[in-house]
């Protein structure tokens, strides 16, 4: 019975950065820019272990058009590696990469097949001297490619196996750019047995059979956006048979957000000592990987006061990171505040003072329906570059949330800790 296996990777971003992180210590800075690259190592070491017949890259090696010379001399290294351990590669450029961008002039390995940008190419892969499969596949030949590219995929009377290798949105996924979009019953229509398919960075199967439609996702995430696993997928195609996807994470920076309700907590050394544990846990969970923790501290507490004054949370922050800092695997930590004070608001609302006032005040906005006037006394701040930035698409009912911050806040500054 006629089997092709191969590993299906895309996304790479080879040497790219990560995204609003900065002042990190610096050997997890150092071990951050390298993580792509060793998620690309990774990815190697096991198709060079699972001995499989092909690597296929859907796109985006390179993070920018003006891609490192070292992130190129690196790339062909890797591919020199699965040459000689005799694994063929095939490569297409996407939107980040395009043929067009900047390329040193390097000779690739024989065992190296670059699609171009002109038509759909067509490669086959023999084993014991008999063709396994077809692999069909083009290039971006600039980063503006907006042709629905499927529909010039048509498989043609060959042996083996027939894989379509494309950089496409599929299904006008609006999280990525609309580059080469195009429909399902487009792919279908090609008859191929499997589209390994790059540019979505999240992993998905779209299709499991006749054929198998798969977005890999990217092989290492680069900021909070990109959580869990990321890795490659390895696909056994056997005749008459659905195709066989196996995950294997290549990552080696894992992200992560945690939500903690601290409203138990009586003293900032109980808060502390809840994160270690989540990191902790956390960390036992994803192995020999780093973790960017993200907790979200909510819940009703009397830490709410001493939390939100200034640099509290910063402070918590850095001695957090500091207990970590020569942890390897490393550990980074945000923290985020949605807490609420304690207050007894129907015993407020029954004082005879300015506080009842208050009370009263946001009890009259909070009621109404129609903050539409609202909106127009704030409506200064939603213009502004930081009010564009945050609160143009809030809400009404995130508005009434941020009436009750609001709220709360105040009464922080007017009690104190009374």
Known sequence: ????????????????????????HPNLAERLRQA?????????????????DAVLIAGDIYNDLDKSLQAQLKFRDYLIKLFDAGIPSFIVHGNHDPLDSWSAS??????????????????PILKDGKTIAQIYGIS??????????A?????????????????ANVGNNPNHGAYSPCKVDDLVASKMDYWALGHIHKRQIIRDMEPGIVYCGNSQARSFKEQGEKGCYLVTLDENLPPNLEFFPSDSVRFHTEQIDISKCAHLDDLL??????CDEKQSQIGERDLFMRFNLEGFTKLNYELRKGGTLEDLTEKIIDYYKNINPGIWIELNLDTRGIYDLNLLRQRNDFIADVVSLYDEMESKKDFSQLR???????????????????????????????????????????
């Open 1 to 24: 019975m006629s089997r092709f296996q191969f590993v299906h990777c895309s996304d790479l971003h080879l040497d790219a950065p990560f995204v609003g992180i900065s002042s990190l």
């Open 36 to 52: 792509t690259e060793k998620a690309f190592s990774n990815i190697v070491d096991l198709s060079i272990e699972k001995q499989v």
């Open 106 to 123: 390097l000779e690739w390995p024989l065992g190296v097949k670059i699609f171009s940008g002109n038509q759909v190419e067509q490669v």
């Open 140 to 149: 971006y030949p600039q980063k503006e490619v907006k042709e629905n590219l």
């Open 151 to 167: 529909l010039r995929f048509n498989r043609e009377q060959n042996s083996g196996f027939a894989v379509g290798l494309l950089h």
């Open 273 to 278: 000592t809840l994160i270690q544990v989540q």
């Open 376 to 418: 127009k006394t704030l409506e200064p701040l939603f213009h502004s570059w930081k009010g564009q930035k945050n609160l143009e698409t809030l809400t009404d009912s995130g508005l009434l949330e941020l009436l009750k911050t609001a709220r709360d806040l105040t009464l922080e500054q007017l009690l104190g800790e009374e």
